[in-house]
């Protein structure tokens, strides 16, 4: 069983940055990590993954250039980096873990952090 603990949301001002940290555990060396963000009244969107070895990453369009995903294979940790924050970037951010590189069926999800945007 793999579980994951999202930590580092809060309230921010517009252009500001946060970074939001997941620690998993358990058998994650072969998962695949992603980010993935719920606004109020609204799905779920793919945010940021990262491939198990760290290689590669893809990113929503809306969030290309502002945020960075990465990861800590000895720490066990997935970190996002959210830079330039708008107030459309408020949402819950969950942490999943999938066995496809794509990421887009997740087989572990966090609790969810929330950020909020807002002037």
């Known amino acids: 069983q793999v579980q994951l603990m999202e930590s580092g949301g809060g309230s921010v001002q517009p252009g500001e940055s946060l970074r939001l940290s997941c620690a998993a555990s358990?058998?994650?060396?072969?998962?695949?990590m992603a980010w993935y963000r719920r606004a109020p009244g609204k799905q779920r969107d793919f945010v940021a993954s990262?491939?198990?070895?760290?290689?590669?990453?893809r990113y929503a369009d809306s969030v290309k250039g502002r945020f960075t995903i990465s990861s800590d294979k000895a720490e066990n940790t997935v970190y996002l980096q959210m830079n330039s924050l708008k107030p459309e970037d408020t949402a819950v951010y969950y942490c999943?873990?999938?066995?496809?590189?794509?990421?887009?069926?997740?087989?572990?999800w966090g609790r969810g952090t929330q950020v909020t945007v807002s002037s």
């Open positions: 999943i873990a999938a066995y496809g590189y794509d990421c887009i069926d997740p087989t572990f």
């Open positions: 990262v491939i198990s070895s760290g290689r590669a990453t």
């Open positions: 358990g058998a994650t060396g072969s998962l695949n």
